[in-house]
């Protein structure tokens, strides 16, 4: 029996683990979720009666909070460790789901919502690199591809969540504080279990505790040639964290740095979140109800996760940039035709209807199957562990800045230029980051890790 099937027999710890710390994408995913059902209810004249303006403050409250939450991460994580620091996000995940549900103003919610997107933008930089650190090398794909299907599938679960409850209590406009409160079992969960999994093996060598990172990956279920190997692959990469300033005299590494912020951008200006936050208002714009709207997420959020399970397992087999650039091309496609429907009015309302969400469905599937999915693996890889953490929270902190621009903006634009422009826009910022990839992306991954 050769390294990888024993790998694959003694797993448990490793299975365990990285279910655990996929909780923190499954946050992810139902708190950037959840506001898609919950806005339109908190925008009411007798709850919050938020503007436009205002809803993109509020959507956009995560989003920021977010920004300075990966930006932070990487340096907490370098020096108190990852389940460390994973321990720290789940306590904030818990105490400002609470805050925001029970928020009797404007002001406090985005306050919340702020503190939120710390705890999500930390999680959206540590998670898949705490993955990658504690997985051998012929699961590491299998288990930061986890990841990615963990934040669709809390999206789809906050779908459910937002449709089951709003279609009961949709009388009860205050539905809308149930529907965030949802996401405070899993904080705790995850605030639980951090207690019982390893630290990353790698960050224990890194801070010299060589013994102890050894029994870490036995416990992982690494055998003693895997260990040797990957020692011995890692040789040249058992240094002290290198500081800013010689990173800046390496072009190597200022090569990869620059490469991580534009896979970074490139998710974000397809217009993901927009579909994400704002699809019920969307929907509503184009003419159905709001509980049509809210089951027709459901159809997009399952159409999400069967396209994410699909989609990991093409990456795990084929060329992370190629695959890139299809979704890339698909998400185009997707959106001209989203924009032509809304704009021509060729077809009745109800085929209109149909179309809107059909194409939305299937922008989803190309972006959550392919695109995400491609670029937080591409992120994990790309970066050596002396720069690692730090490098993935600048990527993702450009991440969450470029997600709040675009979602604070959108409402406005909407209400300015109407649906089927600024879906045009998304096309044309498709087409420009398949550009982008051909050009300047020539690297996949960082072949030590």
């Known amino acids: 029996m050769d390294d990888s099937s024993k790998l694959r027999l003694n797993n448990h710890v490793l299975n365990y683990s990285a279910y655990v710390i996929a909780l923190g994408g499954f946050l992810f995913g139902y708190d950037t979720g959840v506001i898609n059902g919950a806005l339109a209810f908190m925008s ?3 709850q919050l009666n938020l503007s436009p303006g205002a809803q993109g403050m509020v959507s956009s409250a995560l989003i920021l909070g977010g920004c300075i939450g990966a930006l932070s991460i990487g340096t907490l994580a370098d020096k108190y460790g990852r389940q460390r620091a994973l321990r720290w ?15 009797v103003h404007m002001s406090i919610l985005i306050s919340f919502r702020f503190l939120l997107g710390l705890a999500v933008g930390a999680a959206s930089s540590l998670s898949p690199m705490y993955l990658a650190e504690i997985s051998p090398a012929s699961l590491q794909v299998k ?13 789809l679960i906050a779908f459910i969540v937002n449709a089951i409850l709003g279609n009961i209590f949709g009388s009860w406009h205050a539905v809308w504080r149930l529907m965030i409160m949802a996401a405070a079992v899993p904080a705790i969960l995850l605030w639980i ?15 010299g505790h060589v013994k102890k990172a050894r029994d870490i990956l036995l416990s992982l279920g690494f055998t003693k040639q895997s260990i040797a ?9 058992d240094q002290p964290l290198i500081s800013w300033q010689k990173i800046l005299r390496q072009p190597a590494l200022k090569y990869l740095l620059v490469i991580g912020i534009l896979l970074a951008v490139i998710q974000q200006i397809s217009g993901v979140n927009t579909v994400m936050y704002y699809g019920t208002v969307i929907l509503e714009k184009v003419g159905m109800t709001r509980g049509t709207s809210l089951y027709s997420n459901i159809l997009v959020g399952v159409t999400s996760l069967i396209a994410s399970i699909v989609g990991t397992r093409l990456l795990a087999t084929h060329n992370h940039r190629r695959m890139l650039i299809t979704g890339l091309m ?4 997707f959106m001209s035709l989203l924009s032509l429907t809304m704009q021509l009015h060729f077809f009745s309302q109800s085929v209109t209807n149909v179309l809107v969400v059909l194409w939305m469905t299937l922008f989803l599937a190309s972006h959550q199957g392919v695109v995400s999915p491609g670029t937080w693996l591409m992120l994990a890889e790309l970066f050596p562990i002396q720069v690692e953490a730090r490098f993935m929270s600048v990527a993702t902190a450009v991440l969450w800045l470029t997600n709040f621009g675009i979602s604070f903006i959108f409402p406005i634009l909407i209400s300015s230029f109407g649906a089927s422009i600024v879906f045009l826009i998304f096309a044309l910022s498709n087409l420009l980051s398949v550009c982008l990839s051909l050009f300047f992306i020539k690297t ?3 072949s030590c890790c």
């Open 89 to 103: 996000i789940a306590i904030i995940f818990t105490l400002s789901t609470i805050g925001c549900a029970f928020s």
């Open 193 to 207: 279990g951090s207690f019982t999994i390893p630290n990353s093996p790698k960050w224990e060598s890194l801070k």
């Open 444 to 446: 996949e991954s960082n």
């Open 44 to 46: 009411l004249p007798d």
């Open 229 to 237: 190997r990957a020692k011995q692959r890692q040789v040249n990469q």
């Open 143 to 155: 288990n930061i591809n986890r990841n990615a299907i963990s934040i669709v599938l809390g999206q």
């Open 330 to 333: 698909g998400n185009a496609i």
